[in-house]
């Protein structure tokens, strides 16, 4: 059984589109998170949610806007995307305060041309 | 939140041991130290934590000296498979943010 699963594995789009990236968790882990990883690797955290509410919100344009419709779920919808959005997109969850381990999910490779 | 500092890139041989150092100068009394492994096209897996002295799973070896002002992550008798880039994360087990910093790309080579 997948852990964490994030659909879809890769997103090729024009500028100007809107897309969504959908997560989910079979875990029953209460926080769930959103991090971007550039061609540099770095892993940048973008949201947080822990029982369905917001906790962090990094410096993101306001076109990524996350909905977290229950505990396990966890989407990412981007407006108006641009060349800059692209990279992968990785969804994680947490057990919550008190556990570090996080369980990443495959990613999704977001191209925008 | 305590910044790290790691290599950027090692290059290593099938079957050597591998020691990547990560310096957290500011790390506060709280925060404990975590590692993970990230291989090309996945996400980062978790590999090892810890908080002072040593610990050891299957995976890994976590040595922390008694400043804990760094820490070193020890992979032993590497093989190819375990060519993939390493995070050093540290902060407070009850923070939900956790940054990763840029990871060292390890390299293992036949």
């Known amino acids: 059984d997948t852990a964490v699963s994030q659909t879809p594995k890769y997103l090729v789009t024009q500028m100007g589109n809107d897309k969504s990236i959908k997560c989910e968790q079979n875990?029953?882990?209460?926080?769930m998170y959103w991090y971007k990883q550039d061609s540099k690797k770095f892993l940048k955290i973008m949201f947080s949610?822990?029982?369905?509410?917001?906790?962090i919100n990094e410096t993101v344009p306001n076109r990524f806007s996350p909905k977290s419709p229950d505990k396990a779920h966890l989407n990412l919808h981007i407006n108006s995307l641009e060349l800059g959005d692209s990279a992968v997109y990785f969804c994680?969850?947490?057990?919550?305060?008190?556990?570090?381990?996080?369980?990443f999910g495959p990613g999704t490779r977001l191209t925008v041309t | 939140l305590a910044k790290t500092t790691q290599p950027i890139s090692m290059d290593s041989y099938e079957g050597q041991e591998v020691n990547i150092t990560c310096s957290h100068n500011?790390?506060?009394?709280?925060?404990?130290i975590t590692w993970y492994q990230q291989f090309p096209s996945q996400g980062p897996r978790f590999i090892i934590q810890?908080?002072?002295t040593k610990v050891t799973n299957e995976v890994a070896s976590l040595f922390i000296p008694a400043d804990r002002k760094s820490s070193t992550l020890s992979l032993p008798r590497v093989s190819l498979s375990d060519t993939a880039v390493y995070y050093c994360?540290?902060?407070?087990?009850?923070?939900?943010?956790?940054?990763f910093g840029a990871g060292t790309t390890v390299t293992v080579r036949a």
């Open positions: 994680a969850s947490r057990a919550g305060q008190g556990n570090y381990e996080q369980y």
């Open positions: 875990l029953g882990h209460d926080t």
């Open positions: 949610y822990n029982n369905k509410e917001l906790i």
């Open positions: 500011n790390i506060a009394t709280n925060d404990y």
């Open positions: 810890g908080y002072k």
């Open positions: 994360l540290v902060g407070d087990v009850n923070d939900y943010k956790l940054s």
